[in-house]
């Protein structure tokens, strides 16, 4: 079939929540989705056309169902798109169809095995999770649970694993928050050795039940291969992989020869697997390092980079890992992004540590959805080559300090490192006591007798915080 012309028929389109695009052509898809980033990354320089999907349909490796008693009887599905309510899914046309047989198969088995189902205070099941490698034909389960008891999970696995020959794990995870798909709780095998063995670009991956692996094969491979192509690695390249999950971009990239590979992500299981598919592949040069931003650029001090690429989650990139990067001075960041929103924001502000975009592409890995992935790779400017200015009128005079940051970056820092608001005049007041000179006439009283607030203690202390972290005292 012709998507790029044709619609793609779906009983369950504006009903089910997953895919928001049916109602167009692939073709109109796409050019939607080329819209957004050059509306939203344009500015940057010019935006390379999406690379799109041979097929479609059918693309999603990991399939997830959720389970709800509700009024004595069982709902069982995905989210519903007019309210959190769930939507009955026989056969959707963008999901594996062995990785969700999978999934049915649990659900014909509750019966069986007394099973009862959670209600939002008791009950055992939440959800069920299965991923299916695309090289290996692997499939990995998870039944996520409250933390009841779970009588006969051994017989109930392998009675499941027998119904679904390609099964070759599934565990139990605990999950007692108010998150119905979290996925970070106990881990218990209750069948196999708790993972599948999947290929990526030439690279065999080892994934776990609980570690991140992007849904969609064919697209990961072009994406993977572009943020390897940008970086131009070379032997003698120290390579930093931030947010690596399992290890992929930088196993991939690291495969070309370099010197040395460091990776980090705050998620223990993806980074034990990353040490793993490091061995798996033959590199005796890597490391990985387990924790949130702010606690692995502590660890990794000022060492120095040749390229690092980042894979962050939605949310983009913390400011202090921006910082790092900036100080550490790659010749090549490379950032993959599933937001092109907080990319942009990330890529405005890289700007600012003296870093330019030189190539943007977007690549669809989510066809039937508004999102797309997108690889940017940002060089270092070259001072002796490179001047920019772009001055508003009002900063030509600027004290030397005053350039430093603005009143408003002031109030910002301060905001989201110490919760505390600040005023302008609390800042001219900080700055006076640190003695740093202010325009003439800017922030004084209207007389020179006239009363003014003083900046309290607390604050006075977080506005200094601010100051030193721009430079200015």
């Given amino acids: 079939m012709d998507y790029m012309t044709t619609k793609r028929e779906c009983k369950y389109a504006g009903k089910c929540g997953a895919c928001q695009t049916l109602n167009l052509t692939y073709e109109r898809e796409l050019s939607m989705k080329m819209k957004k980033e050059i509306t939203l990354l344009g500015k940057f320089g010019h935006v390379e056309e999406i690379l799109s999907m041979p097929c479609p349909v059918r693309y999603r490796n990991k399939v997830q169902y959720l389970f709800r008693w509700d009024r004595g009887r069982v709902n069982y599905g995905l989210y519903r798109s007019s309210d959190s309510g769930l939507v009955h899914v026989d056969d959707c046309m963008m999901e594996d169809k062995e990785a969700a047989a999978v999934c049915h198969t649990v659900r014909r088995m509750i019966d069986k095995y007394n ?24 499939i990995v389960c998870a039944v996520v649970t409250s933390a009841g008891a779970f009588p006969n999970a051994k017989e109930f696995a392998e009675d499941l694993a027998k119904r679904c020959p390609g099964i070759r794990s599934i565990s ?5 928050t108010e998150i119905p798909l979290w996925m970070n709780g106990e881990e218990t095998v209750l069948y196999g050795e708790g993972y599948i063995v999947d290929e990526l670009c030439g690279c065999p991956f080892k994934i776990s039940a609980k570690s991140f692996y992007q849904i969609n094969p064919a697209a990961t491979e072009l994406l993977y291969r572009t943020a390897v192509d940008y970086a131009g690695i070379r032997e003698t390249d120290e390579i930093l992989d931030a947010y690596c999950g399992i290890g992929t971009i930088g196993i991939i990239a690291a495969k070309e020869g370099c010197r040395s590979l460091v990776g980090f992500d705050v998620n223990a299981d993806a980074v034990r697997d990353a040490e793993e598919n490091a061995k798996r592949n033959g590199l005796t040069n890597a490391r990985y390092l387990c924790g949130d931003d702010a606690a692995v650029v502590r660890t990794l001090g000022e060492r120095k980079w040749n390229v690092i690429f980042a894979d962050p989650p939605r949310a983009g990139c913390d400011r202090k890992f921006l910082d790092f990067v900036g100080k550490a001075a790659p010749e090549k960041f490379v950032y993959v992004s599933c937001n092109p929103e907080t990319l942009a924001r990330d890529m405005g502000y890289m700007k600012k540590h003296g870093y330019r975009t030189e190539r943007i592409q977007p690549v669809d890995m989510f066809p039937g959805t508004t999102h797309a992935e997108t690889v940017c790779l940002l060089s270092k400017l070259n001072a002796k080559q490179h001047i920019e200015i772009n001055l508003d009128m009002d900063e030509l005079d600027l004290t030397d300090a005053e350039k430093k940051a603005t009143y408003q970056e002031i109030k910002d820092y301060v905001l989201e490192h110490s919760g505390l608001k600040v005023s302008s005049l609390y800042i001219a007041q900080v700055k006076q006591k640190c003695g740093i000179i202010e325009r003439e006439n800017y922030n004084k009283p209207k007389s020179e007798d006239a009363k003014q607030p003083q900046c309290p203690p607390d604050k006075e202390k977080a506005i200094k915080e601010a100051l030193t972290h721009f430079g200015m005292i």
């Avoid at 139990?172 to 007692?176: K, Y």
């Fill in 115 to 138: 099973i009862t189902v959670f209600d939002g205070r008791k009950g055992l099941l939440r959800h069920v999770m299965a991923r299916r490698a695309r090289s290996t034909g692997e």
């Fill in 172 to 176: 139990r995870i605990i999950n007692d």
